[in-house]
């Protein structure tokens, strides 16, 4: 269950990204978090699916706090 906690560990940190309001670092994390979401979705530790709509929900947490960053 290593996977499962890595995933959680990496999301709090794109979460404290979010929570700072800080665009760059969150674009960072992002990309962090997508990719081992894909890496452990192709061990079959999570389902393919459940990655997608992951990242499809953090995309839509980075881009509104882009949106309020421009605004």
Do not use: C, P
Request: aromatic share 4%; no cysteine; proline share 0%.
């Amino acid at each position: 269950m290593w996977r499962k906690r890595r995933i959680k560990n990496q999301l709090a940190a794109f979460t404290k990204a979010l929570h700072d309001k800080d665009v760059t670092v969150a674009e960072a994390e992002y990309r962090k978090t997508a990719q081992l979401l894909d890496k452990i979705a192709a061990t079959g530790a999570i389902h393919r699916n459940t990655a997608a709509r992951r990242k499809s929900r953090l995309t839509k947490h980075l881009r509104d706090l882009k949106g309020a960053a421009a605004a």
